[in-house]
């Protein structure tokens, strides 16, 4: 990859609401945005114990999805298909992935990470030697704290016949306790100075988020929720700038957690959320589960956004006008993934923003 710290690597799941939101990406902000796309989960059927789909059913979909939806350089990874499953001719899933994303000419760098079977280990392997565009390294803060953290690198590196100038790293904090704020900044950045090979990375990237596991974790509306990963950032690149170390490019989940649950879908009563994007923070309207009370509450949602001190305009992104539109009655509400977009779009807007004004253009 060839990005610096003036650039954005959002962790996008590859779910509707989530390709349909950077597919509406300005073409400004498209420049300055490589995406982690993370194949999504195998759907569970809860009645019947089994999954909805087989994986050949599952991947099948992804590589055009990517090729239409967004059609640049990105960082694909399949951590969350089921360890050692296989496809029906008994290929591995990442071949099948790849071999995909390369006839509709993607240009994708596989993601791997250190702890991963020597199966999918092999497979990227494959991969790098076929594309040549080298790997991505996912490292988790419980591993970047390990004494032995370059012995790791090097033997995955030697395993994959890699150099460090052949790899993007991520620092993937998850999603921590941030708080205290400044000890947690003192952690990571301790972290990131002991990283080994610094100056030969392609890149490094540091990713967490802040954003709560499920919407039950509100409890009033509206509210304001800090988005503890941006605030950790600004403090992490102003010590780097200070000590004349190198920037790392910042990530996140999104408007999402990090981990999204299997549930029983027939056990649960989603609430009808508008999640946007803030200086600093998300402002969050929330409302009763749309089961029982239905999406029209959606209106009056947009309508406390839009009366708020918060809401930008409706020519900032797609997400804004739809919020616009909607408040007048001129947009239909949609349902839970119309409003997985909207909120992500705006959100990958201001970001975009956000890192040019902290760095300049």
């Not at 909805?52 to 960082?75: N, S, Y």
């Not at 033997?155 to 704020?181: H, K, R, Y």
């Not at 001129?330 to 201001?350: A, D, F, I, M, P």
Request: with cysteine.
């Amino acid at each position: 990859m060839d990005f610096d710290h003036k650039h954005y690597v959002p962790c996008l799941r590859w779910k509707q609401g989530e390709y349909m939101a950077i597919d509406a990406l300005s073409a400004a902000s498209r420049e300055r945005v490589t995406p982690l796309i993370e194949v999504p989960e195998i759907g569970f059927d809860f009645e019947t114990r089994t999954y909805k789909k087989t994986l050949d059913e599952h991947i099948k979909p992804f590589g055009k999805r990517v090729a239409d939806k967004w059609g640049r350089p990105c960082l694909v990874d399949l951590i969350h298909m089921p360890a050692k499953k296989v496809m029906a001719n008994g290929g591995h899933p990442v071949t099948r992935v790849f071999d995909e994303l390369r006839a509709r000419k993607c240009s994708a760098t596989p993601v791997t990470g250190i702890a991963r079977d020597l199966t999918y280990q092999r497979a990227i392997g494959r991969v790098i030697s076929t594309d040549n565009r080298g790997v991505c390294i996912r490292v988790t803060l419980a591993e970047a704290a390990k004494p032995d953290l370059k012995s790791m690198l090097d033997t995955l590196m030697d395993q994959l016949q890699v150099s460090p100038n052949e790899c993007d790293v991520v620092l993937d904090l998850g999603a921590p306790n941030f708080e205290p704020i400044d000890g947690f900044t003192k952690l990571v950045h301790a972290l990131l100075s002991r990283l080994p090979y610094q100056d030969s990375w392609q890149t490094i990237t540091i990713m967490g988020t802040s954003f709560p596991e499920t919407m039950a974790e509100v409890r009033s509306s509206p509210a304001l929720l800090q988005r503890w990963e941006w605030l950790l950032y600004k403090r992490l690149a102003a010590k780097s700038a200070k000590q004349g170390a190198r920037i790392p490019t910042f990530g996140d989940y999104g408007i999402n957690h990090k981990d999204v649950p299997q549930v029983d879908m027939r056990l649960v009563k989603p609430s009808a959320t508008i999640r946007y994007t803030i200086d600093d923070a998300w402002f969050i309207v929330k409302g009763p589960n749309v089961r029982d009370h239905g999406f029209e509450q959606y209106r009056n949602h947009c309508r406390t956004l839009t009366k708020s001190r918060y809401f930008r305009n409706s020519n900032f992104s797609m997400g804004d006008a739809y919020i616009q539109n909607c408040s007048l009655g001129k947009e239909k509400t949609g349902n839970l993934s119309t409003w997985r977009k909207v909120g992500t779009n705006q959100h990958l807007e201001k970001v975009v923003l956000d890192i040019a004004n902290l760095f300049g253009p």
